[in-house]
């Protein structure tokens, strides 16, 4: 049962992992209609299998036969689930956000160049747990899929309203099993998919670095010459 439990929790945080790094590129260079289609199948994944879990360990929690140790773990787990839900429900809302603030639909509204590069294809076929992703044309994605993500964010939100109020796990009590690990770089990608371009930047750098200081030379040479002829000619 506890494996169980932990596989679903794995996959819950895999693909809301995946959905993460896809709102990144949303309003960037990088977005497009794929982008859009890709976030909405990873949200409705991370929403069915967050169903799972949540019926899965409130059923466990709620029964009084399970052993002290038992109950500590599953509460674990429990704790983890429970972050897991409200990050995806601050990504949705980011998603809408952006989604609103940059509709594919209208030519004269810019996306950011943020930096951003590579192909989200690989990351949302990830999530999906498929060798190549599968799209479907819609014509009105602005209008239909951000009224479905309002939805969508509606019910993560009651689930989460629903789970404080039938679950008593408080999460300041429950104890990690494991130290945390070192953080990663700025700017690196767990997925290896997605990452920060600044290799125009430093080349950039380096470029204004050679010119200021080929400058500073001629400028030194110019003033010995200058301070010779007049020593010479005094």
Known sequence: MKDEC???LDALNKVSACYRHLVICAGGTSDSQ????????????????????????????????????????????WVIFSTCMEILENDMRRALDLGQEFPLNVPTK??????MIGRTSAVAARAMSVQNMK???CNDIDTVDLNELEQDINEVKEMIYEMEM???????TVEAKQAAGPERPAGASSLGMISVHDDGNKKLCDTSKVFAGAMFAAVL????????C?????
């Open 6 to 8: 932990k596989a679903l």
């Open 230 to 234: 007049v020593v010479k000619f005094a």
């Open 135 to 137: 799209y479907d044309e």
């Open 34 to 77: 794929n982008l859009r289609e890709e976030l909405k199948k990873t949200r409705q994944k991370a929403q069915v299998l967050a169903i799972a879990n949540k019926i899965k360990l409130s059923t466990i929690l709620k029964d009084r036969s399970i052993s002290k140790d038992d109950r500590a773990e599953f509460e674990r787990l």
């Open 221 to 228: 040479i110019f003033a010995i010459a200058l301070a010779v």
């Open 110 to 115: 810019h996306l950011i160049q943020t930096g």
């Open 166 to 172: 039938k679950v008593n796990v408080l999460q300041w």
